[in-house]
């Protein structure tokens, strides 16, 4: 597509349950990442994938994130059990390479009531 | 939309007037910058880059000029304007496989 897509544009869930954030990269692009960005603060990294190998996850708060790119093109990143800190804006950007710019998505807004 | 960087250093400027936005990072290792900009409830978007070989790099408007020995970053604005309001945030990578870390940000407010 033109650009990075990310669905859903808001998520609210209740404290307990999974949630599956997608992230549709620009058509082409090798690198993946998702980033997590709270309220007045700059994107926070939690993890990328290089087509479909995932190359880093330092950046996962927990055990409960998880994030997968099976084909080397859409991905999905998990929170299972969700908690009310992990209420934030998720957000999934691509690029040619990993020594390129980004291109960001929308991302999605996550709220656990 | 939603409201990013609610405290946030601001710097404001008036319409016409260049703006300076300054950015210290950390990691002495670092060989690729970039500026991204920010406007409310967007993702941020990529305005310029440079890589640690140069000190000095332009765009249209804009300017990077990077100083290693201090580890500072800056961006210049020519001619501000009011769609030039937005949050701007410098981003770090040595270069390799390691992704970009993000700076605490800066609110820029053009004053009509």
């Known amino acids: 597509g033109a650009g990075v897509s990310q669905s859903p544009r808001y998520k609210v869930t209740k404290r307990g349950q999974d949630v599956a954030l997608r992230c549709d990269p620009i058509?082409?692009?090798?690198?993946l990442y998702w980033y997590r960005q709270a309220l007045g603060q700059g994107p926070e990294f939690l993890t990328y994938?290089?087509?479909?190998?995932?190359?880093?996850k330092s950046g996962l708060p927990n055990d409960r994130f998880s994030a997968e790119r099976p084909e080397g093109s859409i991905s999905t990143l998990t929170i299972q059990r969700t908690e009310q800190r992990d209420s934030a804006m998720y957000r999934c950007?691509?690029?040619?390479?990993?020594?390129?710019?980004?291109?960001f998505g929308s991302g999605t807004r996550l709220t656990v009531v | 939309g939603e409201s990013v960087g609610l405290h946030l250093p601001t710097l404001s400027v008036q319409e016409g007037d260049n703006s300076i936005i300054n950015c210290a990072y950390s990691?002495?290792?670092?060989?690729?910058f970039i500026w991204y900009k920010q406007e409310s409830g967007k993702g941020p978007q990529f305005i310029i880059d440079?890589?640690?070989?140069?000190d000095k790099r332009q765009g249209q408007r804009v300017t990077v000029l990077l100083n290693k020995t201090v580890k500072h970053l800056s961006l210049q604005i020519a001619a501000t304007q009011p769609g030039d309001s937005a949050v701007y945030f410098c981003?770090?990578?040595?270069?390799?496989?390691?992704?970009?870390?993000f700076g605490k940000g800066t609110r820029l407010s053009v004053i009509a």
């Open positions: 950007a691509s690029s040619l390479g990993t020594d390129l710019g980004y291109t």
């Open positions: 058509s082409g692009h090798v690198s």
């Open positions: 981003a770090e990578t040595p270069s390799g496989n390691t992704p970009l870390v």
């Open positions: 990691n002495s290792a670092s060989d690729y």
């Open positions: 440079i890589r640690s070989n140069m």
């Open positions: 994938f290089n087509y479909e190998a995932q190359q880093d």
